[in-house]
């Protein structure tokens, strides 16, 4: 018979535990996803998977979550059975859903993303918030974007907040990481890719500007913006107009409002 864990002692259900914590998932190289739509996600795309945890609620049912966490377990795949109690101590969500897995991280560098005439790319300097990383993750996927690039000290693309935010956008998308900005601007010197900064002191409204994809919407941090000098480096300089009272936007909205934008002139719009 199946064993059942139902202690926080079990050396997994620790494990779980201490994934939340990025220089752990730095040293195993390994991160928790949770829930049926983005595990699921990470199956099909074909990433590592080293365990999925699952209920034995879950498994009773005969649905098609249950079917691929069989098929899985056929393949090879670790699967842990937890009491619906445990599960849900260890989830971060209301209502949890009685799936997740432990994910092998994969990284991407700047030679893995693909540049075609019409990529639309999202490049983050010294992005701060996860939960807006993953949202912006979710974005580009949505776009049919090219890829994401973080650079400098940024949010972790695999701590839960953006696991959860991205909604297994995260295992659809490249996401590389340059630790300094001038490698980003050689990457996109060499191949060609138009950087259109943004900043709300920019002269030039994004709707007026001239786009010329495949370009980068490069985005400064959540506080700080864009520095001087990169704002400098750039093809190109927008602002989103504000006319109401709000002195700014959220950062993944404006990342939404510029890449739906870059992504219309991308595909022929005007």
């Not at 998977?49 to 209920?55: D, G, K, P, R």
């Not at 994401?148 to 839960?160: M, N, R």
Request: glycine share 10%.
């Amino acid at each position: 018979m199946t064993e059942t864990i139902s202690s926080a002692a079990n050396p997994l259900v620790k494990r779980i535990r201490l994934l939340a914590d990025r220089r752990q998932r730095r040293r195993e190289g390994a991160f928790v996803v949770e829930g049926i739509q983005p595990v699921w996600r990470a199956v099909e795309a074909g990433w590592e998977i080293e365990a999925l945890l699952v209920t034995a609620e879950l498994l009773a049912e005969s649905g098609p979550a249950a079917e691929m966490v069989a098929g899985q377990e056929s393949n090879g795949v670790r699967v842990a059975r937890l009491t619906g109690e445990l599960f849900a101590r260890l989830s971060d969500r209301d209502g949890p859903s009685g799936l997740a897995a432990i994910v092998r991280v994969r990284q991407a560098g700047l030679p893995d993303l693909a540049v075609r005439p019409g990529s639309v790319f999202a490049a983050l300097h010294q992005t701060g918030n996860p939960g807006n990383l993953g949202t912006i993750i979710r974005t580009v996927d949505a776009v049919g974007g090219a890829g994401v690039i973080l650079i400098g000290d940024t949010a972790d693309p695999f701590a839960p907040a953006a696991v959860k935010a991205s909604m297994g956008s995260l295992f659809a998308v490249g996401v590389a990481h340059v630790p300094e900005a001038g490698q980003f601007f050689d990457w996109a010197s060499a191949t060609t890719v138009q950087v259109v900064a943004t900043s709300g002191r920019a002269s030039t409204d994004h709707w007026s500007a001239s786009y010329q994809p495949p370009l980068a919407v490069l985005l400064g941090s959540e506080g700080d913006g864009l520095p001087a000098d990169l704002l400098a480096r750039a093809d190109l300089r927008v602002r989103i107009p504000m006319t109401g009272t709000a002195e700014s936007l959220n950062l993944a909205v404006a990342a939404g409002v510029l890449l739906y934008e870059s992504r219309r002139h991308a595909v022929g719009g005007s």
